[in-house]
């Protein structure tokens, strides 16, 4: 990106978090007269911009997932602290959002303190904007991915146990144990010595060549089926959620990198060129 585009980028992304804020807090509980909602997403921004001030003075990206992870933590805290008469539908959606975002930020930051480095912030940290927008970004996606969650916990309107809560449940379990797992089987395959310069096609990798971004996808649309009863009006701007992060993962920062790395790297071995052609890209097959 140039510096045009990045100062676009630092405009539109607060733009767009504040039309969400907006649409999200029509029949949103409200705390000295602003709308929970819109304060959640405002918590968002404060804490990734607040986090970048030392993150740019020691040029570091350690904790930068930490830091997102935390951000959804706190958010869905917040909300639950703001939110008069919860009932179970909103302690769930709270529930749900807090396991996978405990469970995510400790893979990442295990991770990276393990690597010692990110290498996608090399050429970010050392330029402001860059890497303020980085920051930034970060807060978008926070707002957009929890969107789902949020409204339903923030909602004026409840409704009691219904099928929508045990399928959406269902749906997110599936997904988590899908991402969890296919995390751990790539994460131990990393670590064995003999595997070193190879690529996974074992377990959930035998299924699909991005199971851990099917299994994200699909716990979202989960929280997503259990927010959906208690929405109303603008209020279904939540729909972004799920759609935003499969979007996110399959046309824009996930498989589209992820798949010209490995091209580069083992494309043209006929065993790597054979796991392609035999494994989808994202939705695992059956047998």
């Known amino acids: 990106m140039n510096r045009q585009q990045i100062i676009k980028s630092l405009f539109i992304c607060p733009v767009l978090a504040g039309l969400v804020a907006w649409a999200g807090s029509q029949y949103s509980q409200t705390f000295n007269e602003l709308p929970t909602f819109a304060l959640c997403v ?4 404060i804490i990734n911009w607040s986090a970048f001030i030392p993150a740019n003075l020691l040029q570091t990206e350690a904790f930068f997932d930490l830091v997102g992870s935390l951000t959804y ?4 805290l917040v909300a639950l602290y703001l939110t008069d008469d919860l009932d179970i539908r909103s302690k769930l959606l709270a529930a749900l959002v807090i396991i996978w975002a405990v469970r995510l930020g400790s893979f990442l930051f295990i991770r990276i303190m393990q690597d010692g480095k990110d290498d996608r912030f090399n050429e970010i940290k050392p330029n402001f904007l860059r890497f303020l927008n980085v920051w930034t970004l970060q807060g978008l996606w926070v707002t957009l991915t929890s969107a789902a969650a949020l409204i339903g916990i923030t ?18 379990l599936i997904g988590f144990f899908i991402e969890v ?52 009006g603008w209020q279904w701007v939540a729909l972004l959620s799920p759609v935003f992060v499969a979007f996110l993962l399959i046309k ?19 065993d790597y060129e054979a796991y392609k052609m035999n494994t989808p890209i994202l939705i695992p097959k059956l047998t």
């Open 181 to 232: 797992v296919a995390d751990a089987q790539k994460r131990q395959f990393k670590k064995n010595p003999a595997n070193k310069g190879q690529f996974i096609r074992s377990g959930l990798w035998s299924k699909s060549r991005h199971p851990n971004y099917f299994g994200e996808i699909f716990l979202w649309i989960g929280v997503f089926i259990i927010a959906i009863p208690v929405l109303k």
């Open 252 to 270: 824009i920062s996930g498989i589209p990198a992820l798949e010209a790395k490995a091209d580069k790297k083992w494309g043209g071995q006929a």
């Open 155 to 172: 909602s004026t309107i409840r409704k009691d146990i219904d099928y929508f809560v045990y399928i959406g449940l269902g749906v997110w």
């Open 73 to 76: 933590i706190l958010v869905t």
């Open 42 to 45: 405002g918590l968002a921004f």
